[in-house]
Protein backbone atom coordinates (compact mmCIF):
# COMPACT_ATOMS: atom_id res chain seq x y z
CA UNK A 1 0.00 0.00 0.00
CA UNK A 2 1.27 3.46 -1.18
CA UNK A 3 1.97 5.67 2.05
CA UNK A 4 -0.63 8.58 2.35
CA UNK A 5 0.06 11.69 -0.02
CA UNK A 6 2.34 10.17 -2.10
CA UNK A 7 1.47 9.72 -5.76
CA UNK A 8 -1.13 11.87 -8.17
CA UNK A 9 -4.41 12.77 -6.96
CA UNK A 10 -7.20 10.46 -9.00
CA UNK A 11 -9.07 12.89 -11.00
CA UNK A 12 -12.93 13.80 -9.90
CA UNK A 13 -15.21 14.74 -12.27
CA UNK A 14 -17.18 17.91 -11.98
CA UNK A 15 -13.83 19.43 -10.39
CA UNK A 16 -11.70 20.17 -13.37
CA UNK A 17 -12.16 23.89 -12.74
CA UNK A 18 -12.66 26.48 -10.19
CA UNK A 19 -14.72 29.30 -10.70
CA UNK A 20 -14.25 32.37 -9.52
CA UNK A 21 -17.67 34.92 -8.47
CA UNK A 22 -18.06 38.18 -10.08
CA UNK A 23 -19.72 40.93 -9.03
CA UNK A 24 -21.97 42.06 -12.42
CA UNK A 25 -24.46 44.20 -10.94
CA UNK A 26 -24.85 47.89 -11.59
CA UNK A 27 -23.01 50.88 -9.56
CA UNK A 28 -24.83 50.54 -5.99
CA UNK A 29 -22.91 53.77 -4.03
CA UNK A 30 -21.26 56.90 -4.23
CA UNK A 31 -18.85 58.02 -2.17
CA UNK A 32 -18.15 62.14 -2.39
CA UNK A 33 -15.35 63.80 -0.51
CA UNK A 34 -16.69 67.27 0.04
CA UNK A 35 -14.15 70.28 -0.11
CA UNK A 36 -13.19 70.80 -3.74
CA UNK A 37 -15.62 67.75 -4.91
CA UNK A 38 -19.25 69.05 -3.84
CA UNK A 39 -18.30 72.14 -1.65
CA UNK A 40 -15.58 75.12 -1.99
CA UNK A 41 -14.57 75.07 -5.07
CA UNK A 42 -10.59 75.75 -4.98
CA UNK A 43 -10.26 74.86 -1.31
CA UNK A 44 -9.40 77.82 -0.25
CA UNK A 45 -11.57 77.26 3.71
CA UNK A 46 -8.33 75.41 4.79
CA UNK A 47 -5.58 76.81 2.51
CA UNK A 48 -6.26 80.04 4.02
CA UNK A 49 -6.32 79.03 7.68
CA UNK A 50 -2.70 77.03 7.20
CA UNK A 51 -1.41 80.05 5.74
CA UNK A 52 -2.70 81.80 8.53
CA UNK A 53 -1.60 79.75 11.48
CA UNK A 54 1.84 79.36 9.53
CA UNK A 55 2.33 83.14 8.87
CA UNK A 56 1.28 83.81 12.81
CA UNK A 57 4.08 81.52 13.48
CA UNK A 58 6.48 83.69 11.92
CA UNK A 59 7.12 80.92 9.27
CA UNK A 60 5.20 81.81 5.92
CA UNK A 61 4.72 79.12 3.89
CA UNK A 62 3.21 78.99 -0.57
CA UNK A 63 -0.13 78.53 -1.52
CA UNK A 64 1.39 75.32 -2.95
CA UNK A 65 2.97 73.73 0.55
CA UNK A 66 -0.44 74.75 2.21
CA UNK A 67 -2.28 72.85 -0.49
CA UNK A 68 0.02 69.58 -1.40
CA UNK A 69 -0.83 67.43 2.09
CA UNK A 70 -4.78 68.04 1.30
CA UNK A 71 -7.44 65.69 1.83
CA UNK A 72 -5.65 63.89 5.34
CA UNK A 73 -6.39 64.65 8.53
CA UNK A 74 -6.25 68.22 9.68
CA UNK A 75 -3.05 67.01 12.12
CA UNK A 76 -1.64 65.01 9.44
CA UNK A 77 -1.59 67.49 7.36
CA UNK A 78 0.36 70.00 9.89
CA UNK A 79 3.08 67.27 10.26
CA UNK A 80 3.72 67.36 6.65
CA UNK A 81 3.79 71.04 6.24
CA UNK A 82 6.12 70.55 8.87
CA UNK A 83 8.38 67.88 7.20
CA UNK A 84 8.56 69.70 4.16
CA UNK A 85 12.20 70.89 3.77
CA UNK A 86 11.72 74.41 2.83
CA UNK A 87 9.12 74.66 5.79
CA UNK A 88 11.92 72.97 8.19
CA UNK A 89 14.62 75.04 7.38
CA UNK A 90 12.47 78.41 7.38
CA UNK A 91 10.99 77.10 10.97
CA UNK A 92 15.02 76.39 12.09
CA UNK A 93 15.87 79.81 11.15
CA UNK A 94 12.83 81.53 13.00
CA UNK A 95 13.20 79.10 16.24
CA UNK A 96 16.55 77.99 16.23
CA UNK A 97 15.20 74.34 16.11
CA UNK A 98 13.39 71.56 13.89
CA UNK A 99 9.81 71.52 14.59
CA UNK A 100 8.36 68.82 16.66
CA UNK A 101 5.10 66.80 17.86
CA UNK A 102 4.57 69.41 20.50
CA UNK A 103 4.68 71.62 17.82
CA UNK A 104 2.14 69.74 15.34
CA UNK A 105 0.10 69.46 18.75
CA UNK A 106 -0.12 73.34 19.54
CA UNK A 107 -0.54 74.11 15.72
CA UNK A 108 -3.64 72.14 15.49
CA UNK A 109 -5.48 73.43 18.85
CA UNK A 110 -5.00 76.46 17.13
CA UNK A 111 -6.39 75.00 13.96
CA UNK A 112 -9.77 74.32 15.08
CA UNK A 113 -11.18 77.50 16.76
CA UNK A 114 -9.74 79.67 14.18
CA UNK A 115 -10.58 78.22 10.58
CA UNK A 116 -13.78 76.43 11.58
CA UNK A 117 -15.81 79.99 10.75
CA UNK A 118 -13.32 80.40 7.54
CA UNK A 119 -13.81 77.27 6.49
CA UNK A 120 -17.94 77.10 6.80
CA UNK A 121 -18.08 80.31 5.40
CA UNK A 122 -16.13 78.99 2.30
CA UNK A 123 -18.04 75.50 2.56
CA UNK A 124 -20.98 76.83 -0.26
CA UNK A 125 -22.11 73.99 -2.40
CA UNK A 126 -20.74 73.94 -6.36
CA UNK A 127 -23.09 74.98 -8.38
CA UNK A 128 -25.07 71.83 -9.71
CA UNK A 129 -24.59 69.55 -7.37
CA UNK A 130 -27.96 69.19 -5.90
CA UNK A 131 -29.11 68.59 -9.40
CA UNK A 132 -26.54 65.95 -10.06
CA UNK A 133 -27.92 63.98 -6.55
CA UNK A 134 -30.82 63.95 -7.64
CA UNK A 135 -30.71 62.55 -11.17
CA UNK A 136 -27.94 59.81 -9.57
CA UNK A 137 -30.55 58.69 -7.38
CA UNK A 138 -33.70 58.32 -9.63
CA UNK A 139 -31.74 57.84 -12.87
CA UNK A 140 -28.99 55.13 -11.64
CA UNK A 141 -30.77 53.92 -7.86
CA UNK A 142 -27.60 54.86 -5.94
CA UNK A 143 -26.75 55.90 -2.33
CA UNK A 144 -24.58 58.66 -2.24
CA UNK A 145 -21.98 58.51 0.98
CA UNK A 146 -19.34 61.03 1.85
CA UNK A 147 -16.04 61.51 3.91
CA UNK A 148 -13.86 63.96 4.94
CA UNK A 149 -10.59 64.77 6.45
CA UNK A 150 -12.59 67.32 8.67
CA UNK A 151 -13.27 65.92 12.34
CA UNK A 152 -16.13 66.64 14.32
CA UNK A 153 -15.70 69.75 15.72
CA UNK A 154 -14.69 71.39 12.27
CA UNK A 155 -17.99 69.82 10.61
CA UNK A 156 -20.44 70.31 13.34
CA UNK A 157 -19.01 74.40 13.79
CA UNK A 158 -19.04 73.77 17.42
CA UNK A 159 -16.68 76.78 18.34
CA UNK A 160 -18.92 79.06 16.57
CA UNK A 161 -22.71 77.56 16.90
CA UNK A 162 -24.28 80.31 18.15
CA UNK A 163 -22.83 82.53 16.05
CA UNK A 164 -23.77 83.81 12.62
CA UNK A 165 -21.86 81.06 10.40
CA UNK A 166 -24.05 77.64 10.53
CA UNK A 167 -22.35 74.26 11.03
CA UNK A 168 -20.92 73.04 7.65
CA UNK A 169 -23.36 70.18 7.38
CA UNK A 170 -26.58 71.98 8.27
CA UNK A 171 -24.99 74.88 5.65
CA UNK A 172 -24.75 71.90 2.80
CA UNK A 173 -28.16 70.53 3.60
CA UNK A 174 -29.76 73.81 3.01
CA UNK A 175 -28.02 74.22 -0.22
CA UNK A 176 -28.95 70.81 -1.43
CA UNK A 177 -26.05 67.95 -0.77
CA UNK A 178 -27.44 66.14 1.49
CA UNK A 179 -25.88 62.39 1.69
CA UNK A 180 -27.19 59.39 2.79
CA UNK A 181 -24.01 59.02 5.24
CA UNK A 182 -21.10 61.75 6.72
CA UNK A 183 -18.21 59.81 7.89
CA UNK A 184 -15.15 62.49 9.31
CA UNK A 185 -11.62 61.77 9.89
CA UNK A 186 -11.92 61.46 13.59
CA UNK A 187 -14.38 58.69 13.29
CA UNK A 188 -11.87 55.90 12.24
CA UNK A 189 -8.11 54.73 13.31
CA UNK A 190 -6.72 56.50 10.88
CA UNK A 191 -7.38 58.50 7.83
CA UNK A 192 -6.79 58.79 4.26
CA UNK A 193 -4.63 57.26 2.73
CA UNK A 194 -6.35 54.28 4.46
CA UNK A 195 -9.82 52.84 3.38
CA UNK A 196 -11.55 52.80 6.55
CA UNK A 197 -14.00 56.11 6.38
CA UNK A 198 -15.00 54.11 2.56
CA UNK A 199 -15.61 50.93 4.77
CA UNK A 200 -17.32 53.27 7.41
CA UNK A 201 -19.41 54.41 4.69
CA UNK A 202 -20.34 51.05 3.34
CA UNK A 203 -21.41 49.41 6.60
CA UNK A 204 -24.00 52.57 7.17
CA UNK A 205 -25.28 52.65 3.64
CA UNK A 206 -25.08 49.17 3.90
CA UNK A 207 -23.85 48.38 0.62
CA UNK A 208 -21.85 46.00 -0.78
CA UNK A 209 -19.53 44.60 -2.41
CA UNK A 210 -16.53 47.07 -2.80
CA UNK A 211 -16.37 46.99 -6.80
CA UNK A 212 -20.23 48.36 -6.57
CA UNK A 213 -18.87 51.44 -4.81
CA UNK A 214 -17.73 54.79 -6.40
CA UNK A 215 -15.13 56.47 -4.59
CA UNK A 216 -15.04 61.04 -6.01
CA UNK A 217 -12.08 62.96 -4.22
CA UNK A 218 -10.21 65.63 -5.84
CA UNK A 219 -7.08 64.86 -4.01
CA UNK A 220 -4.19 62.23 -4.25
CA UNK A 221 -5.18 61.21 -0.87
CA UNK A 222 -8.36 60.45 -1.47
CA UNK A 223 -7.92 58.49 -4.45
CA UNK A 224 -5.55 56.24 -2.97
CA UNK A 225 -7.95 55.50 -0.55
CA UNK A 226 -10.27 54.25 -2.78
CA UNK A 227 -8.07 52.26 -4.58
CA UNK A 228 -7.18 51.13 -0.35
CA UNK A 229 -10.92 49.90 -0.37
CA UNK A 230 -11.11 48.11 -3.71
CA UNK A 231 -13.24 50.72 -4.91
CA UNK A 232 -14.24 52.71 -8.34
CA UNK A 233 -12.13 55.84 -8.11
CA UNK A 234 -12.99 59.16 -10.45
CA UNK A 235 -10.84 61.82 -9.55
CA UNK A 236 -12.16 65.77 -10.14
CA UNK A 237 -9.54 68.25 -11.51
CA UNK A 238 -11.31 71.52 -12.08
CA UNK A 239 -13.23 72.07 -9.08
CA UNK A 240 -10.52 70.93 -6.84
CA UNK A 241 -7.59 71.51 -4.88
CA UNK A 242 -5.05 71.45 -7.89
CA UNK A 243 -6.62 74.07 -10.16
CA UNK A 244 -7.23 76.17 -6.96
CA UNK A 245 -9.58 78.33 -8.30
CA UNK A 246 -13.18 79.61 -7.41
CA UNK A 247 -16.60 79.18 -9.29
CA UNK A 248 -16.04 83.01 -9.73
CA UNK A 249 -12.39 82.86 -10.91
CA UNK A 250 -13.16 79.91 -13.42
CA UNK A 251 -15.77 82.32 -15.02
CA UNK A 252 -12.74 85.01 -15.26
CA UNK A 253 -9.27 83.20 -15.85
CA UNK A 254 -7.69 83.20 -19.18
CA UNK A 255 -8.78 79.85 -20.90
CA UNK A 256 -4.98 79.36 -22.13
CA UNK A 257 -4.12 79.28 -17.71
CA UNK A 258 -7.31 77.25 -17.01
CA UNK A 259 -5.85 74.55 -19.66
CA UNK A 260 -2.39 74.80 -18.32
CA UNK A 261 -3.88 74.13 -14.33
CA UNK A 262 -6.55 71.26 -15.87
CA UNK A 263 -3.37 69.73 -17.40
CA UNK A 264 -1.65 69.98 -14.12
CA UNK A 265 -4.38 67.99 -12.11
CA UNK A 266 -5.62 65.39 -14.47
CA UNK A 267 -1.74 64.16 -13.86
CA UNK A 268 -1.20 64.43 -10.68
CA UNK A 269 -5.24 62.29 -10.30
CA UNK A 270 -4.06 60.33 -13.04
CA UNK A 271 -0.76 59.68 -11.39
CA UNK A 272 -2.37 58.98 -8.33
CA UNK A 273 -4.10 56.30 -9.92
CA UNK A 274 -7.47 57.33 -10.73
CA UNK A 275 -9.52 54.99 -13.09
CA UNK A 276 -11.43 57.76 -14.46
CA UNK A 277 -10.18 61.65 -14.07
CA UNK A 278 -13.09 64.20 -14.99
CA UNK A 279 -13.88 68.24 -15.13
CA UNK A 280 -16.55 68.01 -11.89
CA UNK A 281 -18.97 66.00 -10.49
CA UNK A 282 -21.44 66.99 -13.33
CA UNK A 283 -19.35 64.75 -15.92
CA UNK A 284 -20.11 61.97 -13.50
CA UNK A 285 -23.20 60.28 -15.07
CA UNK A 286 -20.95 59.34 -18.16
CA UNK A 287 -18.40 57.62 -15.71
CA UNK A 288 -21.42 55.51 -14.21
CA UNK A 289 -22.32 54.51 -17.43
CA UNK A 290 -19.20 53.00 -18.51
CA UNK A 291 -18.04 51.39 -15.55
CA UNK A 292 -21.76 50.01 -15.09
CA UNK A 293 -20.84 48.49 -18.50
CA UNK A 294 -17.66 47.10 -17.41
CA UNK A 295 -18.92 45.41 -14.40
CA UNK A 296 -21.54 43.76 -16.22
CA UNK A 297 -18.90 41.82 -18.05
CA UNK A 298 -17.21 41.02 -14.89
CA UNK A 299 -14.62 43.91 -14.97
CA UNK A 300 -13.11 44.95 -11.67
CA UNK A 301 -11.48 48.15 -10.45
Not at 40 to 55: A, I, N, R
Not at 109 to 133: M, T, Y
Not at 174 to 186: L, Q, R, T, Y
Not at 250 to 260: A, G, T
Amino acid sequence: MEPFGSGEAPAKKGFDYRFIRRYVGPVRAVIFDWAGTVVDCGVFGPTEGFKELFEEEGVPISDHEAREPMGVHKKVHIEKILSMNGVKERWRAKKGTVPTFQDVDRIYEKFIPKNVESIARQSHVIHGVPQLLGRLRSEFGVKIGSCTGYTHPIMNNLKVKQGPIPPIMVKAEAEGFKPDAIVMSDEVPEGRPKPYMIYLNALRLQVQPMEAIIKVDDTTEGIKEGLAAGCWTVGIAKTGNYVAASEEDLEKIDSRELNQRLERAYGILYGAGAHFVIDSVLDLPRVIRDINERLSHGDRP
